[in-house]
């Protein structure tokens, strides 16, 4: 079963606007995970935000988690064609043996010029 | 550095075929992973390795087999293959980080995945 869940599955919009994906998620995590997927690539890692975090920011990156909703969202200020890709949130769950992340289904994000 | 390398990179089988899947990482990772991707189902994980010398099932284990070679290899095999194993398959590695639980729970290193299709 999905640990996590992103909304929207398909965003699409135009060059220098912002991209907002949110990820639900339901059990307690350790830490909440980013990862960019290109067509036909493998993931990327974006960025990592810790269970006692509630903001972590990475260039045109912005996370936030709360932990009393199990959410987090993944904003990308002033999108460029390049940031078209699929969005996907993991969450660890800290099981103290390895990274065993859980990945959610995906946000599809189209920048158009 | 080459990263997380995967071999095949396409693959066809027909239904009861066996194959192996390799993947190599050179950042002297302690873990390795793999995945398996299908539309709308995200990634889901398979087997495990937290370190060398151990191996542990996942979400999706039935009809596969994995050896940690040494440090570096990580193997996925498939003994007989099935339609339903037709898939994008990512191997990836982490390491240990200093402050979080165990030392794990860090960012993963993917490779650029195989394409397996099963007839």
């Known amino acids: 079963s999905q640990q996590g869940e992103e909304d929207p599955q398909a965003l699409s919009i135009q060059e220098g606007e912002n991209a907002t994906m949110n990820c639900s998620y339901k059990?307690?995590?350790?830490?909440l995970q980013w990862y960019r997927q290109n067509s036909g690539r493998g993931l990327v890692h974006l960025i990592l935000?810790?269970?006692?975090?509630r903001e972590k920011h990475s260039g045109r990156l912005r996370v936030t988690l709360d932990t009393s909703k199990k959410s987090s969202s993944l904003l990308i200020t002033a999108s460029r064609a390049a940031d078209t890709a699929s969005y996907f949130c993991?969450?660890?769950?800290?099981?103290?043996?390895?990274?065993?992340?859980?990945f959610g289904t995906g946000t599809r994000l189209q920048v158009t010029l | 550095n080459a990263g997380v390398t995967q071999t095949p990179k396409f693959q066809v089988l027909k239904t009861g075929q066996s194959m192996t899947l390799q993947c190599a990482q050179d950042?002297?990772?302690?873990?390795m992973y793999w995945y398996r991707q299908d539309p709308g189902m995200g990634l889901r994980l398979i087997y495990y390795?937290?370190?060398?010398?151990?191996?542990d099932k996942g979400e999706v284990p039935n009809g596969y087999n994995v050896s940690r070679l040494n440090k570096r290899e990580f193997s996925l095999r498939l003994e007989s293959a099935a339609p339903s194993q037709t898939s994008v398959y990512f191997c990836?590695?982490?390491?240990?980080?200093?402050?979080?639980?165990?030392?794990?729970?860090?960012?993963?290193?993917f490779g650029e995945g195989s394409r397996l299709t099963v007839l």
């Open positions: 990836a590695s982490s390491k240990k980080l200093p402050g979080l639980a165990g030392g794990f729970g860090g960012e993963l290193f």
């Open positions: 059990t307690s995590i350790n830490n």
């Open positions: 935000i810790r269970s006692n975090e």
């Open positions: 993991a969450t660890d769950l800290n099981t103290g043996t390895a990274s065993k992340l859980t």
């Open positions: 950042m002297n990772h302690n873990s």
């Open positions: 390795s937290a370190s060398e010398g151990t191996t």
